[in-house]
């Protein structure tokens, strides 16, 4: 299944607290190894910001569980998504069947 991902700084009190909390997401990052069942199709981040999307595929969703623990310093969210020619599909195979009632 495909899902988009959207993290942000987790709010922390004074400016040295959030240097801190960047220093420790980069520490983290810098060794940090990838689930094998997670497919990154983009991985982007907002401008000016920590913070970003990233479009992932993966039929284990523990997986992602794991991802947003081990960088506890962000909040996240996780949206499942398909395919706009996909969901057009089963929109038309929707409204067929409801006109037919």
Request: net charge negative.
């Amino acid at each position: 299944m495909k899902y988009v991902v959207t993290w942000r700084e987790r709010p922390t009190g004074s400016a040295a607290e959030y240097e801190a909390a960047q220093k420790r997401v980069l520490d983290v990052f810098s060794d940090w190894q990838m689930p094998e069942s997670l497919t990154f199709h983009q991985f982007v981040v907002r401008l000016g910001e920590f913070g970003g999307y990233a479009v992932i595929d993966t039929d284990e969703p523990a997986d992602l569980q794991y991802l947003t623990t081990v960088f506890a310093a962000f909040t996240f969210t996780v949206e499942p998504v398909m395919d706009v020619v996909d969901a057009v599909a089963a929109e038309m195979r929707g409204i067929q069947y409801r006109d037919a009632r």
